[in-house]
């Protein structure tokens, strides 16, 4: 049975969940996820990992832009930016600032897909 | 000074001051400085990860070792923490690299990040530890998205203190 390792890297600032992304994209099922913290950056993967694979991580995490957002994270500052266009007396709301909020509050309850 | 088996006296016996000393003062130091270790966070930075297997939190940190006198061990954890998607996050202790509850740990917090953070904190007893010295290490995982332990790194209203310690009680 394969046991997870750590591999160390340096590397400031980093986006930790657009960082996980990438590196599953690239590293698939034998890729356990990343930690950060006062130790630094920590890959985690199974120790069966492939070699060449492994080779990919460190250019991995060089191209890492700590500035580009995951989906999620874009859903979020989307959903907070409608949100913040929301916070107005009530009497001013219109009916597509109702049909925004419902739209909102119905993704959030995951009855629909996030926009 | 470590533990020793208390002597077994008998009638008109000579009670010398070694004797005392061994088995009363020795074991009473013993019991008032039982091994323990502790270490409590004020790091420069939170830690966080997307790990969905166990992992260390903090290798060097959050690793403590003592040297029992073959008793049992109490160890505890008592922290904050959120996931930037509100899913679980799991913890368990390794001890001496294998971790004691198995499956999906000893404590699972849910906490969401646009909520709030939530405590998580456990105490644990370990039995059957041999009299040699064992190293205890904070371990979690979480599902999906990024879980976050506060460790007092500055975090605007969460600058908590998390503290881990490990102690022999017999």
């Known amino acids: 049975m394969a046991t997870v390792v750590d591999l160390v890297y340096e590397k400031s600032p980093v986006n930790l969940a657009r960082l996980n992304e990438e590196l599953a994209a690239a590293l698939g099922e034998k890729f356990a996820g990343v930690s950060g913290g006062p130790g630094g950056l920590r890959v985690h993967i199974q120790d069966d990992m492939p070699l060449a694979l492994q080779d990919q991580i460190a250019p991995l995490i060089q191209a890492h832009d700590a500035t580009k957002l995951t989906a999620a994270q874009q859903a979020e500052v989307n959903r907070e930016a409608a949100l913040d266009a929301l916070r107005k007396p009530w009497d001013q709301w219109t009916a597509q600032d109702q049909a925004d909020f419902l739209r909102i509050l119905a993704e959030q309850a995951g009855l629909i897909p996030v926009a | ?170």
């Open chain 2, 1 to 170: 000074m470590a533990w020793v088996t208390p002597r077994t006296w008998v009638p008109e016996e000579l009670v010398t001051a070694n004797l005392l000393n061994t088995h009363l003062r020795d074991n009473l130091n013993a019991l008032k400085n039982p091994p323990s270790a502790h270490y409590e966070l004020n790091q420069g930075s939170d830690y966080t990860t997307t790990s969905g297997s166990f992992v260390d939190v903090d290798a060097t940190n959050l690793a403590l070792t003592i040297t029992p006198s073959g008793g049992d061990v109490l160890v505890h954890f008592h922290g904050a923490v959120e996931n930037s998607g509100g899913s679980a996050i799991y913890f368990d202790v390794a001890v001496d690299g294998t971790r004691i509850g198995g499956d999906d740990g000893i404590a699972r917090v849910r906490a969401s990040a646009s909520l709030d953070m939530v405590e998580v904190s456990f105490t644990r007893l370990i039995t059957g530890l041999s009299a040699a010295a064992h190293t205890f290490k904070l371990q979690w995982k979480t599902p999906a998205n990024t879980a976050t332990l506060f460790a007092g790194a500055g975090t605007g209203g969460k600058d908590v203190h998390p503290q881990f310690w490990a102690r022999e009680v017999s």
